[in-house]
Nanobody
Framework: VQLVESGGGLVQAGGSLRLSCAAS????????MGWYRQAPGKQREFVAS????????NYVDSVKGRFTISRDNAKNTIHLQMNSLNHGDTALYYC?????????WGQGTQVTVSS
């Protein structure tokens, strides 16, 4: 499975961005996909995830109520709608996909929130 992220950029505090992640390859083997982020000098952290079967979602507390993860199974794509962005959301955002016994990552897309 290969992942390609898009949609990052520069936005003012309070603004919105929508990230997308398109999967290709053996997509039938995907159980779930999600987003992680890594700010400069910090460890990569979980942001949100969604399962391919039930569509169950999970979020880190700091983005609940502001971010929404969704999926388009027909297009093997997930999205992350990010609203009310703040400086703390500035990071390199990575998409990941996982199946039984494997995990793969995209190359990342930069999100920068200016004050």
């Amino acid at each position: 499975v290969q992942l390609v992220e898009s949609g990052g950029g520069l936005v003012q505090a309070g603004g919105s961005l929508r990230l997308s992640c398109a999967a290709s390859g053996t997509t039938f083997s995907i159980n779930a996909m999600g987003w992680y982020r890594q700010a400069p000098g910090k460890q990569r952290e979980f942001v949100a995830s969604i399962t391919y079967g039930s569509g169950a979602t999970n979020y880190v507390d700091s983005v609940k109520g502001r971010f929404t993860i969704s999926r388009d199974n027909a297009k093997n794509t997930i999205h992350l709608q990010m609203n009310s962005l703040n400086h703390g959301d500035t990071a390199l955002y990575y998409c990941n996909a996982r199946g039984f016994g494997w995990v793969t990552w995209g190359q990342g897309t930069q999100v920068t929130v200016s004050s």
